[in-house]
C-alpha cells in the first residue's frame, strides 16, 4: 500500500504523511501529520497548566536524559545558542537605553550562518564562553537601536571597541599596532620588546 486515506481532512496522502504507531491498525495512525499537529497544538493551547504539569513531571523522571539531551544540543548548536542570547541581551538593552528594537532569533541566526564577522571576515570562535572571537550584535548606527539593517554580527573584541570608540578613532590605533605586530615589536613571552631581530610571533588566525 502506497496511499492511504486520512479521515479527518478526507485526503488520500502517501504513507510517508503518516506517523508509525504500533497499536494502529496496519500500524500507522489514522490522521495524517498535519491534522496530528493541529491536533497537538489546539490540545496544547487549551490545556497550558495540564501541559507544563505533565512537563515539570517528566523532567523529575528523567533528568539524566534531559541533562544529557541539553547537552548534546549546545554541544551541535553554538551558533544557535550564541545567537539566542545576543537577542535576548539586545532586547534587554533596548528597553534600558529605550531604543528601537525589532529583532528576533531567526533573523540574527540568519546573520550568524557565515560564521564570519561582517567588518574584518575572521571566522568566530564558539567552542569556549565570551572571547576576544566570539560572535557579537553591533549597532551599525547606535541610536537607531536594534532593527533590522542597522545590525551585523562581529567579533565580541572589536565590538568592545567601537562600544566607546568610533571608527575613524579606532583605525589609526589598530593600523599602529598590526605594524609592530609584525615587526615583533609587541612584547613577545620571550622578552625581546623592541628587538626586531627575534622576528614576528605566528598570526594567531593563520589558516
Known amino acids: 500500500m502506497k496511499n492511504k486515506n486520512c479521515p479527518h481532512c478526507k485526503q488520500t496522502k ?10 494502529c491498525k496496519l500500524g500507522l495512525m489514522s490522521w495524517c501529520k498535519p491534522c496530528n499537529r493541529d491536533k497537538v497544538k489546539k490540545w496544547r493551547l487549551n490545556n497550558k497548566q495540564k501541559c507544563y504539569a505533565n512537563m515539570l513531571k517528566w523532567r523529575g523522571k528523567n533528568k539524566s536524559k534531559l541533562l544529557a539531551i541539553q547537552k548534546r544540543y549546545r554541544s551541535n548548536n553554538p551558533l544557535k545558542l550564541r545567537a ?47 572571547n576576544p572571537c566570539s560572535p557579537s550584535l553591533d ?23 567601537k562600544n566607546k570608540w568610533s571608527d575613524s578613532e579606532i583605525y589609526p590605533i589598530a593600523k ?19 628587538d626586531p631581530a627575534a ?9
Not at 100 to 106: A, E, L, R, T
Open 14 to 23: 502517501p504513507i510517508s504523511d503518516f506517523s508509525k504507531r504500533s497499536d
Open 84 to 130: 539566542s542570547k545576543m537577542v535576548y541581551e539586545a532586547k534587554s538593552k533596548s528597553l534600558i537605553k529605550n531604543i528601537p528594537f525589532n529583532i528576533d532569533f531567526k533573523y540574527v541566526y540568519n546573520l550568524c550562518k557565515t560564521g564570519k564577522c561582517a567588518i574584518t571576515g575572521i571566522g568566530f570562535n564558539t567552542t569556549s564562553g565570551k
Open 139 to 161: 549597532r551599525i548606527v547606535p541610536k537607531l537601536g536594534y532593527i533590522r539593517g542597522n545590525v551585523r554580527v562581529i567579533l565580541w573584541a572589536l565590538n568592545a571597541f
Open 176 to 194: 599602529q599596532f598590526c605594524k609592530s605586530y609584525e615587526e615583533g615589536l609587541t612584547n613577545p613571552a620571550n622578552g625581546t620588546q623592541g
Open 199 to 207: 622576528g614576528s610571533p605566528p598570526s594567531v588566525y593563520a589558516s
